[in-house]
């Protein structure tokens, strides 16, 4: 399954879960190797789309990326699941598509509550 398939399943997935309207996630990002630069210009450009979705990053944190650890981290807060479906379905994120490839190893999307 490609990447961005296999990230909309996790959102599907997210969405099938009852979360309330709001929903919040936590990504996790891996770079490939060499392209920990990549990543983090990649990331800048696309969650700069998500305020226009209603959305917005509560927290973004870095790792070394060294022992398996993502070197990435988010908190994201959509105010619908139609909202994040519309920011996943945008098309200058979707545009941007070989570029995550190129840069983003694995991905991993949770849906969390903030305590």
Not at 10 to 39: E, H, N
Not at 59 to 77: K, M, N, V, W
Request: net charge negative; proline share 4%; charged share 25%.
């Amino acid at each position: 399954m490609p990447k961005t398939q296999g990230v909309l399943a996790i959102l599907k997935a997210v969405s099938a879960s009852g979360q309330g309207p709001s929903i919040r996630l936590c990504v996790l990002l891996w770079a490939r190797p060499g392209a920990d630069t990549a990543l983090v210009d990649y990331e800048d450009r696309v969650l700069e789309l998500i305020a226009d979705h209603g959305a917005r990053v509560l927290q973004r944190a870095r790792t070394d990326g060294a022992s398996g650890a993502p070197l990435e981290i988010q908190i994201l807060e959509y105010p619908s699941q139609a909202a994040l479906d519309d920011y996943m379905a945008d098309e200058r994120r979707v545009a941007l598509a070989g570029e995550r490839d190129a840069a983003i190893a694995r991905t991993e999307v949770l849906a969390v509550e903030l305590l």
